[in-house]
């Protein structure tokens, strides 16, 4: 899971704190509830959360 948080908050660049905290709780959250996931599919689901929350700017 460390990999997957990791590639999202470099993937995303400059996040607040509040922003940074929220992501890791959503990945935490969606692996505790679909533990069966790959790395990849959990950057994913930080990666549309954070979406979600905010527009990016890649």
């Known amino acids: 899971m460390h990999t997957a948080i990791d590639w999202i908050m470099q993937t995303t660049g400059n996040l607040s704190q509040e922003e ?6 959503k990945v935490s959250s969606y692996r505790a509830e679909k533990p069966d996931e790959t790395e990849k599919q959990l950057a994913i689901e930080g990666l549309r959360y ?3 929350v905010r527009k990016l700017n890649f």
């Open 20 to 25: 940074e905290r929220a992501a890791r709780e």
């Open 50 to 52: 954070l979406l979600s």
